[in-house]
């Protein structure tokens, strides 16, 4: 299995469940903690779901070039982009330098995002801190070049891989370029972040950095498609039985975050006031394996001003 293993939530099913074993030709070429890479050989093509972060990008092109050679490809087809954070593309201007033909795949607000100049400057801070944290010894500078979308996505559209095919859902609420996809015939979902993070059996992290309402839409309509299998973002695959109990789950999880920062409003705490007592209530263990704090209490600040956001308009009704 490539990639490192989180051992703080491995277990999590048992020791006889593999959260990183497929029900179809789907690779994990992840190399590093912080972000995912899966690639997808279909009968035809193949598809590479995010591509995790810059600081282990090299490692991630040799595990990607591995095993399409393992699988017979020459090429790589299509790099599917869930959205526009570092911890999800930062890799991708190593995929681009070994296969220039790449055809990468997002929302028409990705494109956007990553036309910024800004957003490169932030992608770059952000993707040194994490190399910092996982691989100090590792001095190589982070690339920001080719972080661009060729094809953009919109809700419906599907891309051919012969007999499977990939249709992309638009998922709005972790960010407002979210996407998640389903590989077809399989019904296998492949979430964005909208529809949460499982950290524990009994606990999935809601990041809904945008808005708390397009979140929760999103993951009712990721439940209606009726999928036979998720993939989770930041976690992988749950066992099928599970999958009825994780959308209760999330569902909840949404409803309580949201009352927990309501209720600070109420109190009268300023936003440097909420921001602490938020991270001391749901920064974690598993949260300090996965992310550097920076990127944490960044999102975190997101999440504040979103739900501030909509309770403020909910007072103008």
């Known amino acids: 299995m490539m ?3 989180n051992s703080v939530i491995f277990d999590i099913f048992g020791e006889n469940f593999d959260r990183f074993s497929f029900p179809a030709n789907i690779h994990r070429v992840t190399a590093g903690y912080g972000g995912e890479a899966l690639l997808i050989i279909g009968s035809e ?53 070994a296969y220039p033909q790449v055809v990468v ?34 001095q190589d500078e982070i690339p920001v070049h080719n972080l661009k979308v060729d094809r953009v996505m919109v809700d419906g559209d599907i891309i051919s891989l012969g007999e ?20 077809e015939p399989l019904k296998l979902l492949f979430a964005s972040e909208s529809a949460g ?18 979140a ?20 992988g695959m749950l066992p099928q039985s599970y999958n009825e109990t994780y959308w209760d789950m999330l569902f909840a999880a949404c409803d309580e975050k949201y009352d927990f920062i309501a209720a600070m409003v109420a109190e009268g705490l ?23 704090r920076e990127a944490y209490l960044l999102n975190s600040g997101y ?11 909910q007072k103008k009704r």
């Open 270 to 292: 300023t936003e440097e006031q909420m921001l602490e007592r938020y991270t001391d209530h749901y920064w974690s263990e598993y949260k300090a394996v996965e992310q550097p």
């Open 105 to 138: 795949c997002g929302s028409e607000h990705c494109r956007k995002i990553l036309e910024k100049p800004s957003a490169h400057a932030l992608m770059k801070e952000l993707g040194t801190s994490a190399r910092e944290l996982y691989e100090p010894a590792n």
């Open 303 to 313: 999440i504040l001003k979103t739900v501030l956001k909509e309770l403020d308009a």
């Open 197 to 214: 993070i499982l950290e524990g059996k009994d606990y999935v992290n809601t990041p809904f950095l945008k808005s708390f309402r397009d």
């Open 3 to 5: 990639g490192q293993e």
């Open 164 to 183: 499977e095919w990939i249709v992309a859902l638009e998922t709005k609420g972790h960010t407002d370029c979210c996407l998640s996809y389903v590989l």
């Open 216 to 235: 929760v839409n999103s993951s009712r309509r990721c439940r209606a498609y009726g999928v036979n299998y998720i993939c989770l973002s930041h976690f």
């Open 45 to 97: 093509k193949s598809a590479l779901i995010d591509c995790g972060m810059a600081y282990c990008g090299k490692k991630m092109v040799e595990n990607l070039q591995a095993v399409l050679k393992q699988e017979g490809k020459e090429n790589l087809d299509y790099v599917l982009l869930s959205h526009s954070h570092y911890d999800h593309i930062g890799a991708l201007p190593y995929i681009k330098d």
